[in-house]
């Protein structure tokens, strides 16, 4: 029998939920359980269900309750839906203007920018009631603000001309020639503890040395220099360790005191240990040389 | 602009800040914002080689610049004639433990010694040989032998004693082994005995666990351990300056390790260490030793588990009351390093184009107005705000210049469009979730 019983018509659904204030209730349920994740669809329902029930004076809740459930699912459907609840509360006899709870305000708004905004539109809404105008604002909340650099040419200045002051004070303690400068002093600081690795003390004429004089090379680590020559400017350091101690003086200290000596003239090391073999860096051994 | 730039310090300024790591060479070029910050460590490193002892925590969170601060510091540091050593705390290595984790941060920190001549560290055996010379040279001076003639065997008993001797002068702790390691280093070199050179430097480097090996090996009584080993630095620290160094500088990283330390027992002992060296660098007992310390603010400010949850850390690292983001205290043993703004981050780029040009001799076209929409482009990408670290966009900075020299004509604003910006930072698992045992 209730096949034969025709669905009501429009006036008789409006009719119908104008004398039962509560029958949006079903409608309601079966849209927000059957919802299948398409905002758009589910907003035009409610909409068409407010339209339905625009004699109904709970109408405002129908889309409070939209809103509520839309924050889930799609933030900005959400606020627009609230919107409505908004524009249906103004029109009734009384102004309830429900807020949403934190929870909710809290899961819609994840900015304090964000809500701002928002209850600006509010407001300007309640004052010119302009729904249309609210509507399209509310995709404004979510859009990612741009940020703006603001540079300020007074600092800039001054950055710059304490970053030069630095680089300054910096180049003074990093320059080439400090070392030379320490070493001087921790040699007359420490005199008695200086080592001189001279060889062959008998040997006192001054040979002309290929090397740059300002190095001043000692004759052992001069025969060093000019045995890596001999050898193509590679040698195994286990050849380099006889060689040391054939002439009194341990392999590090020897290989490190040239390094140290040329550092000064170079900025850099001129001998570079490999796994197994000790190789000077052709470019830099010509930098050392007298011509 | 770019005061006085070396050509190869211009190419390894480029090179190096594309490949996203801090320069070995003409680090000072780029410095900028960091000017207070930089006389700091200026006056500490004089007040150290004066023979003062010190010790700074780098405090900043990721991307603030700690790495770039304590490269600088060792570069200074190696040009003034310390000596210098890098290590990280990890979960293996510590300050204080008793199986062995604490001599394990030993290790690390013997194998990083560096000096000018070897800054990739590894120097302790040249340091070795340098101090022994020394030695060599005086005992052969005090006994009118020549050079040659001191290292025969049959004076190597001279050479002995006066090892032992210098070494009982200079150290309180642990002398007598020490002194006895070193000589055995000696006379390893002398009988040509590379076993005994290497077994000597096991000991020196913390790598002996017991004492009968390190009897059988060397005739020690005693092996470094997590009890000693920091009288161990010690002693080390005042070798180097009877060498003529300036002194010695330990940096350790990652101080996060301490602080994820589960049980608060062993955490507090590691705690009581720092505590231990801080009175000790401050109080003067020891000179010319520069402790630095690098971590994020948790590790530092957490009243659980930071280095504040150890109240008699807490009070004598607390900031400055009158210290604000405006007015800085650089005195203290803290320093916090803030981000870059972004007029120091459009100055620091200005400048890496000027120092781009001079490298590649060229002169890329691109503006003032440009770098400043290059700069808010950067700025406004997904992620931006929680990740962007100064090392990404002077990568992305340098890679763009390179594509403008290479191509000249492309259309700049979509390079700066094209842009994507990564997490760099290291997956760690949350700090709140460390279980406290």
Redesign the interface.
Known sequence: MLKQIPLPDEATDIELYAQNTNRWKIKFEELSTNYNGNPNEFTESVIALGNLNIRNPSVENIFFEASKFMAKHDKEKSLYLYIYYLYYDLKSETFDNKQLTKTIQKNLFKTEEQLKYFEVIVQEFVNDKDLNKALSSISKVYAVKRKKIKLDEETIQQVQQQHSGTVELLNEYLRDDYSEDTTDTLIEESNDTEIELIVSQEKTEISQSIFLEELSLKPIQTKTLELFAKNNFVIAQSEIEVFAKSNGVFKNQLIDSINDTCYEHLDDLLIEEDDDDYTINTTYYQRILTQ | ?I??VKPKEATSIINSLIGGVVPK?GV??I?????EE??AV?SALEDVKNGHSMVKFWIGDFGSGKSFMLHLLN??AL???FVVANADFTPENRLYSNDGKGVALYSAIMDNVA????PEGGAL??LL??W???VI??TADANGL???EI?QEQHLRLIGDSIMKTINELTDVGGFDFGMVVFKYYEG?IK?DEHLRRNALKWLKGEYRTKTEARQDLGVREVINDLNYYDMLKNFCKLFV???Y?GFMVNLDEAINLYKISTAVVREKNYEKILTIYNDCFQGKVTNLFFNFAGTKEVLENERRGLFSYSALKTRLITNKFETAEIRDFAQPVIRLLPLN???I??LLK?LKAIFDFNYKTEISISNEEI?QF??EL??KPGASEFLTPREVIRDFLNILNIIRQNPGVDKTRLFGDIEISDERPSEFSLDDIEEL
């Not at chain 2, 410095?31 to 000017?35: F, N």
């Not at chain 2, 000096?115 to 070897?118: L, N, W, Y």
């Open positions: 602009m005061d006085n060479m000072q070029h410095t900028v914002g960091r000017t930089i006389n200026i570069t200074v040009k003034q004639k000096i000018q001549t070897k055996p040249t040989e340098k022994i010379e020394q040279s005086k020549s050079l040659i290292r070199y040509d009877n060498m003529g300036s972004h007029n120091e459009f100055v400048k400043h700069m808010e700025f406004n």
